[in-house]
């Protein structure tokens, strides 16, 4: 099956500092990714949809400019958290559209901010 | 809009004996539905889908779900838990432009 990797699987960082989080489609190409966003014992709750080559679409509620959405290629979505803070702590996972209603899941990746 | 409503945070079970994941769901048209299981510390695995083709789906591990458009439902059953079933299971229903909308997640415990 298709397969999404993430990178990295876990990362700490100081509040007040940036970090990207890297989704890519190992197998297959992907115009459209998402990312989502998983507090603890909670369920996942969709952030925005990246667009190759186009300005992400955020859901309401998400800060755009907090969360920087960039798909240069294909294969490739990065999220960077800007200024992170502690309430930023969560874990991220994004997905990768392959088809109508088909979507493939990264592993996440676990942000810690202290 | 499209959401999911799954009826149990929590449902245990013991091993060998029938599992019951509830999941309703509302959306303005037919929709497609899917059912992922997600270990601790692992990602989102797919167990099963549906798109409009038959209404009872089997999935992976022996997971099946029916499709009920008169009760607006798409529980998810297994007729032998194992303790590998131990996991959070969530209901996920697609929307405009392909977006997922994901329940709120049952957690499933097998006590042995």
């Known amino acids: 099956g298709a397969v999404v990797s993430q990178h990295p699987s876990w990362v700490i960082c100081k509040s007040g500092t940036s970090v990207k989080i890297e989704c890519r489609s190992l197998d297959f190409q992907a115009t459209t990714m998402f990312w989502y966003r998983q507090f603890p014992k909670q369920s996942l709750m969709l952030m925005a949809t990246?667009?190759?080559?186009?300005?992400?679409?955020?859901e309401q509620g998400v800060e755009k400019d907090k969360f920087l959405i960039n798909h240069a290629s294909l294969t490739l979505s990065t999220l960077t958290v800007t200024s992170a803070h502690p309430e930023d702590s969560s874990f991220y996972i994004c997905?990768?559209?392959?088809?109508?209603?088909?979507?493939?899941f990264g592993p996440g990746t676990r942000l810690t901010v202290t | 809009a499209q959401s999911v409503t799954q009826l149990d945070s929590h449902v245990s079970v013991s091993e060998g004996t029938p599992v019951l994941l509830r999941c309703n769901y509302s959306s303005s048209y037919s929709p497609s539905l899917f059912w992922y299981v997600q270990h601790p510390n692992k990602g989102l695995q797919l167990l099963l889908k549906?798109?409009?083709?038959?209404?009872l789906v089997k999935g992976i591990n022996g997971f099946e779900a029916e499709f009920k458009k008169s009760e607006t439902s798409f529980h998810l059953t297994k007729p032998s838990a194992h303790m590998s079933d131990a996991a959070e299971y969530f209901c996920v229903v697609s929307g405009d432009f392909n977006k997922f909308y994901f329940g709120s997640g049952t957690k499933l415990n097998v006590k042995p």
């Open positions: 990246s667009n190759e080559g186009s300005k992400a679409t955020y």
């Open positions: 997905s990768a559209r392959a088809g109508v209603h088909e979507q493939y």
């Open positions: 549906y798109t409009s083709a038959a209404t």
